[in-house]
């Protein structure tokens, strides 16, 4: 009996050994597919809308699920919060650098200095101008055909419901951060389709920095001056036309029917209003890119190939597909 409980203190010790073991091996341990632990610097624009929280929580449940380091820091949308970030990565040594660029431009020499210090850089959502050798790859949606889808969308919608030959159609546009490359490719890909109808008229254009505050701000200032005569709105993202959509009723008017409404992201806030009817679509981009980030940076510190563009997956939705997709939603 006594040999008995001996030998199962002893089997309790090991066990527990074991376990320690194996919970000293996850805090610390290794990153999934590397020898060592590494440490990832991103550089984020901040919590504009609900797709960037999506995107943020995507980044930090991936890094933690890679067991990656991952320092993480938002700029508020500020250009100048993210060069001052990147550089604090740099002095850290951290192993890999990813970053959203807040707008297109300015990134020439931040990305340099990385380069110099032997740190890979992985461009995340929103291009850059410059050569694609400024950085290792770029993670994210081909922007400028989400604009084209939305104006096909639309064009096919109109012609559906009779309202396609009207002359003029009067759109108005709720545009992105000014300088992004949200915001000029969508513009760019609505503007290539909308200019083969010359029926469509673009009235007014404006910057809602991607808020619903803004989004609501400036729809009301468009309605004051042309609110009778719009008959489509244009928004760079879901939470602009959500804070349309309420500018529009409360001015008196049917967002979904006496104005036509297409939006980008097909976050949960558009499935709402597009199954309530105020939204007429939404044209997805994939804000879950943590698993592809994360796979890229082991990828490039192992020495595999990456391509300079990993394309996420994305569709469109509108009224009548919004309801069947929406239990399966994830952001
Ligand atoms: O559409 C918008 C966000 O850069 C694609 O930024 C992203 C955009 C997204 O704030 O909601």
């Known amino acids: 009996m006594k040999k008995a409980i001996a030998l199962l203190v002893v089997l309790l010790m090991a066990a527990s050994l074991v376990f320690a073991g194996g919970r000293q091996q996850s805090s610390e341990g290794v990153t999934r597919g590397m020898g060592r632990k590494i440490v990832m610097g991103y ?15 995507s980044v930090k449940a991936a890094a933690e699920d890679w067991n990656i380091d991952l320092r993480f820091s938002d700029a508020q949308q500020m250009q100048q919060n993210q060069l001052q970030a ?11 650098i990813a970053f959203t660029p807040v707008v297109s431009t300015g990134w020439e020499a931040i990305l340099q200095e990385c380069k110099d210090a032997g740190i890979p850089t992985i461009c995340v959502d ?4 410059g050569p694609n ?20 969308w639309l064009i096919e919608y109109m012609n559906k419901i009779g309202r396609g030959s009207k002359n003029p159609v009067n759109v108005v546009e709720l545009q992105g951060t000014v300088g992004s490359a949200a915001a000029t490719d969508r513009q760019a890909g609505i503007m290539e389709i909308l200019a083969k109808y010359p029926n469509y008229k673009v009235i007014k254009t404006q910057t809602g920095n991607f808020t619903r505050a803004e989004g609501k701000q400036v729809m009301e200032a468009f309605l004051k001056s042309d609110g009778n005569i719009i008959d489509v709105l244009f928004a760079h993202n879901d939470d602009m036309a959500i804070g349309a959509i309420q500018a529009i009723e409360e001015y008196g008017r049917k967002p979904g029917e006496d104005i036509i409404i297409v939006s980008f992201d097909a976050v949960k806030g558009a499935f709402d209003a597009m199954i309530a009817g105020k939204l007429n679509a939404s044209i997805e981009c994939n804000p879950l890119l943590g698993p592809q ?3 890229a940076a082991v990828k490039i510190l192992t020495n595999q190939p990456v391509e300079k563009w990993i394309p996420s997956e994305e569709g469109q939705y509108d009224q009548s597909n919004a309801a069947a997709a929406y239990p399966t939603r994830q952001y």
């Open 86 to 96: 990147i550089r604090a990565f740099i002095q850290q040594k951290v192993d890999v």
């Open 293 to 295: 980030i994360m796979d």
């Open 126 to 129: 929103r291009t850059i101008d």
């Open 43 to 57: 550089s984020q624009i901040g919590a504009e809308s609900e797709w960037r929280t999506a995107c943020t929580n």
């Open 133 to 152: 050798t400024l950085y290792n790859t770029y993670i994210g949606s081909d922007i400028k055909e989400e604009g084209r889808k939305a104006a096909r």
